[in-house]
């Protein structure tokens, strides 16, 4: 059997429990009663490890890892507690649909698709967006609509959708893709639009005339290209909706993914890929087939752990696929698998929002019709599986920097589960040469602040004199009988 030496079990329990000790990992483990250590049956216990950093908050399996959450801390009260989600609920009488959500001057900004509560597929209806912001993803404030349907449009008079919105580093300004729809000759018409902000409040369609024969302003895209079915007759054969940009600095350009469908049109749709230099002027990539299907809506791509990530929603009743590639344009692409959770608990809309080695993971459940938020981070070509969150005002850290033995930084938080903070990543203010620090300095090693920084004979834990008149274990009480022999051993240093 080979254990890891930090799951170790202590020595009393290591033989009644060798012969049905499997890995103190996932599996059940059995453990002595605690009436009687001999009795190896009386009950089991597990080895919890949510933050898979190989270390278990159960004393019984090692040392004990002091914060099991997956990725929060707050260095003023200690360790978030962490939601199955977070959760925007929209006003009364509201519903909320397809998203974007953006990080910007401490704030998080909320863009959705805003829809009356009491119809059956609210999201279709689509007048307007609707905005909120908050600082930290738990409360949010719901402000003026960022944008509206203009009925003198001839491309986005009848509905607006799925917004996505990046900045443009090169001038500052934030642009939002969106979802126009229009009512023309072929019926029910979708194309990809553009407006521009100095703020994210201050919405204007951009002054583009990207789609043949459109003479309002804003009108970006529409797939009329050989594989498309937008030239064919019929009432949903123009399809061109939910755009994702994205800017992938490992080929220096912008990508836009879309869902359209295909020719010849059968009900069949698929996601479409295109290239941009300045956000402006795209070029068709043509179709990505691993998409095709009934179903191919609100896809989102990302690159991440060294791979390039596609989601989208490929169920209306809920489901989201994953695959991967290494060039989105080259592929090829690995077989779509569902994000565990998204079929059973009815994921639509998927987004995600870059936090630096992990994601916020965002989508719209079937009822209420809110903004959920987890937490999610990729591994390799593995299926993502979405996490836990907590506020976002808490500090990121990653599962495998907390734990009994790892690295102490200077973070305002206990890496290395020895209940010291930040000890040894700062000077350490120890006059008199004890290893123990004036009560000012929270980078010393040594358990216990020193009371006489003077005199390395006062500290905590010494062995003083119980009739001088002084406290010399600093433990507030002066010719305390304990200070003749001390009642823990001489602390070692812990850094």
Known sequence: ????????????????????????????VEAPSATDHRRAKDFTFT??????DGFSPINLCGPADCNDTRFFANPDSGYCASYHHLEYDPPDGVAAADFALIQAAGLYHLYYIKGPFWQQYPDTDGKAFGYASSVD????????????????SDWDDAHIWSPCIVRNQQNGRYYMFYTGVTYGDFGHEERIGLATSPNLRRWTRANIYGCEGKTFPGCLWE????????????????????????????????????????????????????????LLHWTDLGPLDISRGPLAESPVMVRADGLVHLMWTSSSTGGISHATTYDPEQGPWSDPALIPGSDTEWHTASELLDMGGWFIYGYVPDYPRTIDLRSMVFHGAQTPEPGPLASLLCAYL?????HPGAVEVDNGVDDNCNGLVDEGTGPCIDEDGDFYGAEESIYCSRLGRDCNDHDPNIHPGAVGDCANGIDDNCNGVIDDPLECSPKFPLPTSRY
Do not use: I
């Not at 080895?47 to 898979?52: F, H, I, K, L, R």
């Not at 498309?228 to 061109?240: I, N, P």
């Open 223 to 278: 797939p009329d290209f050989a594989w498309s079915a937008w030239s064919e007759d019929g009432a949903w054969t123009r399809q061109c909706r939910d755009p994702w940009v994205w800017h992938d600095d490992v080929n220096g350009c912008w990508y836009m993914v879309y869902s359209t469908v295909t020719a010849p049109f059968s009900y069949t749709m698929v996601l479409g890929l295109a290239r941009s230099d300045d």
């Open 137 to 152: 993803g738990v409360s949010w404030t719901d402000g003026a609509d960022a944008l509206t349907v203009d009925e003198e």
């Open 47 to 52: 080895c919890p490890d949510q933050d898979g």
């Open 1 to 28: 059997m080979d254990l890891k030496p930090h799951m170790m079990l202590p020595v009393w329990l290591a033989l009644p429990v060798l012969l049905a000790f499997a890995g103190c990992g996932r599996d059940p």
């Open 398 to 402: 990653d599962p495998a920097q907390v």
